[in-house]
Each structure stands twice: as structure tokens, then as C-alpha cells.
């Protein structure tokens, strides 16, 4: 477990408070009355039944993406947990580290030196270890996928948050930019039934709400994963889940990296130009605003930005909210020789 006590009280006071304010759904005594239930004991217990355990590490994807691309590499470092480490998939393309790295060498024209550090079964208390070896290699951007395993293990929100914002303020103190896609919607899992379907689409919600706030006051970035995979889950279970039908497939992280390389790419400074429709205050809002409706919304970043000269409104912090379209969702890694670097043509 890391320090709790090395973050400063104001943000972890404005997590809980952003983590009350982004319940959606039943009321939180409704909540509390359903999970005291046996019915949830249940269901959690035939969940952790049906989707299997780990089987095997998923494969490694360090290394240098773009290599033939001339001038010094950018150094990206990916944390987190089995999202971001790739668990569900067998090849180092369809890793979403891989299919990042490889993204970015090919819109920056540029070497990009890829070191995986994420943890299969990692909570946000367990980022401390993590960061302190990704500073060793002199990150120039950071991707931390956190948060499902805090919901599954019922980390109270602010406590996960704590962990997470000091994350992204050692990583920020050091010069490294800072990218996080926030909790997914456990909601979407197709194991998980009702009513412990609702409680987990809840709590992801919170978490990734309070996560926005955290992350956007310590200067970073967030991309809202929510349930951007759930309708395509749904309708294609067998194509978008691994085989533990918990985890995503290699399209399921294709979706995942399209939504999050734009980011990547503007909090390098190589995204395209702000529009002059924020300067009239079109997609701002108050960063609770924005945390509130970029959980309920997959794919919206979340940034900070100024109003007329000032960072701060009335309610607190000003924050630039964009709805990405996703580029090259169709296009997945197909079967086939083994090779150092993806092939999927929408992130090229």
C-alpha cells in the first residue's frame, strides 16, 4: 500500500465531495439497503465463478515503435492495471501499450520507446510502486488505465482517488505529461447480473467522476472509457470480450487506444489547435460539471482550460470538455506473423 498521507487534504476532500455529487441511479440509501441483501452476496460469488482466473501474463510490449523514424524517441510509460498491461490478448501488436506507441511514432514521425509497468490486479493504491519505476526511465508522457479493481474490491472512491492524484502530481513534478482513462463501466460485463449490474455501473460512475476531478486539478488529462464497448458487448460478446468475457478482445482495445491517442497527442502539444469556440465558451464547464458528464458520456476528454485570462469560475475550476470521434475502430489487427510493431491502420 502506498502513503495515503503524502497528498495534500484539499483534493482528497474534493474527491468525496464529487464522488456524492456524481451518484447516478438509485439513491445512495437505496444502495446501501440492496447491498446488505444476500441476493448481491450471490451474485458476486457466481461471478467470481464464472469469469475465469488469469491463465497466463499478458505478452510484453516494451520496446521502440517507429525506430526507422529519424530524431530523438519520446518516452511513454503505461501503468495501471490488467487494462493497461494487455490481459485478454496474445500478441504484443494488440497490446493497448503497442497500439498506442505505435500510433504515436506514426503521427509525430518519430521514434516512441514504450515501458509497460502495469500490474494485473492492480488496485490505485498499488500505482506508487509503479510510478517510482517509471520515473527511473525519464517518461516523457504517462497512460494510467485504473480503477476497475477498486469498484470490484469496494475501495471506498475518495481512498482509490488519494492514490491515483498522487500519482499524477510525482509524475507531473518530474515534466512527464499525464494521460488517464478513468474507471470503466463494470455495468457491461456480461457475468455481472442484476442488480449487482446496477451497483457496479453506479460505483463506476462515481469512481470515474472523482477520478476527473483529481486527475484535471493535479494537470493532467482524462478519457472517459465508460461504456463505450457496451452496445457492441452486447450485440457481439464472442468478438469484443476475451476469452474470460471479462476483459476486452484485441478490438476491444483497438476501440480503447482510438479514443485515447488524440489525448496522447494533444497533451504532447501535436493535437490540432484548440477551436476559437472555447474562447465563447462552447464544450467549457466547471471541471464537476464536466467529471459529471464525461462518466455518463465514453470517449469525452476532459482538460483544463482558461476563461477570458483565469482558471477559475465561480464553481471552481474552468475544464474544456471534447468528444473525440474514434478513427479507425473497424480496423483490428489481424492473425498472422509475429511482429514488433501493430498494424492497425487507424492509428497510423
Not at 33 to 49: E, F, I, P, Y
Not at 260 to 270: E, F, I, M, Q, R
Amino acid at each position: 500500500m502506498g502513503d495515503a498521507g503524502s497528498v495534500v487534504p484539499i483534493g482528497w476532500q474534493r474527491a468525496r465531495r464529487i464522488a456524492r455529487v456524481a451518484a447516478i441511479g438509485t439513491g445512495a440509501t437505496v444502495a446501501a439497503t440492496v447491498a446488505t441483501g444476500g441476493v448481491l452476496l450471490g451474485q458476486a460469488r457466481q461471478a467470481r465463478r464464472t469469469i475465469p482466473m488469469a491463465e497466463a501474463p499478458p505478452p510484453r510490449c516494451d520496446g521502440t515503435y517507429g525506430a526507422k523514424f529519424p530524431g530523438p524517441p519520446v518516452t511513454m510509460v503505461i501503468l495501471g492495471d490488467s487494462s493497461a498491461a494487455g490481459y485478454g490478448v496474445h500478441r504484443r501488436r494488440e497490446t493497448p501499450g503497442a497500439l498506442l506507441a505505435t500510433g504515436l511514432s506514426r503521427r509525430l514521425h518519430r521514434p516512441v520507446r514504450l515501458h509497460r509497468y502495469a500490474v494485473v490486479g492492480s488496485l490505485s493504491a498499488g500505482l506508487k510502486p509503479q510510478v517510482e519505476s517509471a520515473l527511473e526511465v525519464g517518461p516523457d508522457i504517462a497512460v494510467i488505465l485504473i480503477g476497475g479493481n477498486d469498484v470490484t474490491n469496494r475501495t471506498p472512491p475518495a481512498l482509490a482517488v488519494r492514490y491515483l492524484v498522487d500519482a499524477v502530481r510525482t509524475l507531473r513534478a518530474a515534466g512527464c505529461e499525464v494521460v488517464v482513462g478513468t474507471c470503466p463501466d463494470l455495468g457491461a460485463i456480461r457475468p455481472i447480473q442484476p442488480p449487482l449490474r446496477w451497483l457496479a455501473r453506479r460505483w463506476s460512475r462515481q469512481l470515474a467522476a472523482a477520478q476527473t476531478v483529481a486527475v484535471v486539478e493535479a494537470g493532467g488529462w482524462t478519457v472517459s472509457l465508460g461504456d463505450m464497448l457496451g452496445p457492441r458487448f452486447a450485440a457481439e460478446p464472442a468478438r469484443m470480450f476475451a476469452w474470460d468475457r471479462f476483459h476486452p478482445s484485441a478490438e476491444g482495445y483497438a476501440v480503447a487506444a482510438a479514443a485515447l491517442l488524440p489525448t496522447l497527442l494533444s497533451a504532447l502539444g501535436a493535437g490540432q489547435e484548440r477551436r476559437a469556440a472555447v474562447a465563447r465558451g462552447e464544450g467549457v464547464r466547471s471541471l464537476p460539471e464536466a467529471a459529471h458528464e464525461a462518466a455518463r458520456h465514453a470517449g469525452t476528454e476532459v482538460s483544463g482550460v482558461q476563461v477570458r485570462g483565469r482558471d477559475r469560475g465561480p464553481a471552481g475550476r474552468w475544464a474544456q470538455l471534447r468528444r473525440r470521434a474514434f478513427f479507425g475502430v473497424g480496423a483490428v489487427p489481424q492473425p498472422g506473423p509475429a511482429a514488433d510493431s501493430p498494424t492497425l491502420e487507424g492509428l497510423a
